[in-house]
């Protein structure tokens, strides 16, 4: 009886030993599926606001092609597409593309908005401010006018490309043609 005994001790220090090592291998394999579980959201929200946050355009106009037939200064009007997150006009570059030139504009807060915005800056106005208006953002019910001057001036029958390019979030282009003749204040070139 005593050697009985002895195998059921055994076996039930083996059978301990057993679900010591199955609970350890199981908070080793919880530990690993929180871990994995927190990147993939971060991963995923971020995946979110890369792709889903971008701005749309509702006009392009140039002013004062009264004097000479072209355009200099370019206001571009812009809002949030619907579900974005905010957009940083600080962390962001606009490109302007004409036949023969271009330049790469980055934001400058002291800029005014109208025809003396510098050469290599753009600068913003804004026209409606959203319910968490913060500045230098585009948020949620912001509609915002982009200010800034082409490389070159911009005559009758040009092409043109407009890129902004956000650090976070899709790149919206405008491209069009101008007007074969320009000779109002206020020249609209998109849409």
């Not at 807060?109 to 106005?125: H, I, L, Q």
């Not at 040009?158 to 074969?180: A, C, L």
């Amino acid at each position: 009886m005593s050697k009985k005994a002895e195998m059921g001790i055994g076996t039930l220090v083996l059978f301990i030993a057993m679900i010591l090592v199955a609970a350890i291998a199981a908070g080793v394999l919880i530990q690993t599926a929180t871990t994995l579980q927190s990147k993939a959201l971060e991963t995923g929200s971020r995946s979110t606001s890369q792709i889903g946050t971008a701005l749309t355009t509702i006009v392009v106009y140039g002013e004062d092609a009264s004097v000479d037939n072209s355009v200099e200064t370019l206001y571009q009007n812009v809002k949030l597409t619907p579900g974005s997150e905010f957009v940083n006009l600080n962390d962001s570059v606009i490109t302007v593309d004409l036949k023969d030139s271009s330049a790469e504009l980055v934001y400058d807060s002291t800029e005014p908005c109208n025809s003396s915005v510098n050469s290599t800056k753009f600068s913003a106005r804004y026209l409606k401010n959203g319910s968490e208006h913060r500045a230098g953002y585009v948020v949620t019910g912001d509609v915002v006018q982009l200010c800034y001057k082409t490389p070159n001036s911009v005559r009758e029958d040009s092409t043109f490309r407009i890129t902004f390019i956000p650090k976070v979030g899709s790149v919206m282009t405008v491209q069009g043609t101008t007007p074969g003749v320009m000779t109002t204040t206020r020249v609209f070139l998109y849409p």
